[in-house]
Structures are given as structure tokens and as C-alpha cells.
């Protein structure tokens, strides 16, 4: 490969290092064609940018980056595929799916998400409970409704108890 092309190349990934805020290092060295096929087609239904890379360029695309990647470096190792995505859980979501059909491969390596360094297989579970943006929001709305709700509520049964013991008291024969 020319030189020209790795450096395009290496300009390439830094800018999608910068277009998209969180990536997954996968391992995809067991897998075949159609498994790797597949998993672009799922990829693809998710949103997510799977680019198979050479680990020397994707490490000089991260020291070009202006964050400190140092702790992946040592997971590029193997074949390497990059997940770009938007949403950080998703492609964890995805490689969790993998993992429960028993399929050894893909196999996480390392990932940046929400601004956090993870490195290693056993990083996947933390990465699946991390809550995208959209999801922080609706809990944020439902816990700031829930006293809301239960002073409606309060208030409605007391309104109805009163109401109550008035009418009983009027229609009681005096």
C-alpha cells in the first residue's frame, strides 16, 4: 500500500473519530463471509458504521486525535473492525446478541463511549446498561411527574372523602 493512500486512509478515520461520538474495537479474526456479512447487515439496520481497519493506521488516527486513546492501543491486536455509532449502548446491544446465540465472534476488544475508555470482552455488560441521552431525559421527566402526580391524586381522594361525609351528613334525618 502507498503511502498516499495510508495517509488518506488515516485522515479518513480521524474524521469520523471526530463525526461520531462513540466506536467499538471488535475482533472479527474467526470470522467468515457470511458471518461478516451478516453482521454489517445488522450493523446497518442499527445505525451503526462498521469499517474493517489495519491496526498501525487506526493507531495513527488515534494519536492524531486530540483525546488520549493510549489505553486501547494495547487492544489492537488481530483483525479489528470499528463500530461508529451514535447511541453508545447499541453496539453493545448488538454484540450481546451475538454472545447469547453462543457465537464466540465478533468479540469486543475495546470501546470509547460516553466520553469513558473500556477495555476488554468482560466491559460488555457495563457498556449494554449505559442509558443513551433520550432515555437520561424520560426518566428525568418521570421522576420530576411522579410527586406531581401523587399531590393530584391526594388531592382528588380527599376531595372525594369530604364529599362524602357531606353527603352522608345531609341526607342523615336530623
Do not use: W
Not at 479518513?12 to 456479512?37: C, R
Not at 493510549?70 to 446491544?93: D, M, Q, R
Not at 469486543?108 to 470482552?121: D, T
Amino acid at each position: 500500500m502507498k503511502k498516499e493512500v495510508k495517509d488518506t486512509i488515516i485522515v479518513d478515520l480521524g474524521e469520523k473519530l471526530k463525526e461520531y461520538p462513540h466506536f467499538y474495537l471488535v475482533d472479527v479474526s474467526g470470522m467468515n463471509a457470511a458471518d461478516t456479512s451478516e453482521l454489517r447487515r445488522n450493523c446497518f439496520k442499527k445505525e451503526i458504521k462498521m469499517v474493517v481497519v489495519k491496526n498501525k493506521l487506526l493507531h495513527k488516527a488515534l494519536e492524531a486525535s486530540e483525546i488520549d486513546f493510549e489505553p486501547i492501543y494495547g487492544a489492537l491486536k488481530g483483525s479489528t473492525a470499528l463500530l461508529f455509532c451514535n447511541v453508545a449502548n447499541v453496539p453493545a446491544k448488538l454484540l450481546k446478541e451475538y454472545k447469547d446465540k453462543k457465537m464466540a465472534i465478533p468479540a469486543l476488544k475495546a470501546a470509547y463511549a460516553e466520553e469513558g475508555i473500556f477495555v476488554g470482552a468482560e466491559m460488555l455488560d457495563s457498556l449494554c446498561a449505559i442509558k443513551s441521552k433520550s432515555e437520561l431525559i424520560a426518566d428525568v421527566v418521570a421522576l420530576l411527574q411522579s410527586p406531581a402526580k401523587n399531590v393530584v391524586s391526594a388531592l382528588q381522594s380527599g376531595a372525594n372523602t369530604i364529599h362524602g361525609v357531606l353527603k352522608t351528613l345531609g341526607e342523615r334525618p336530623e
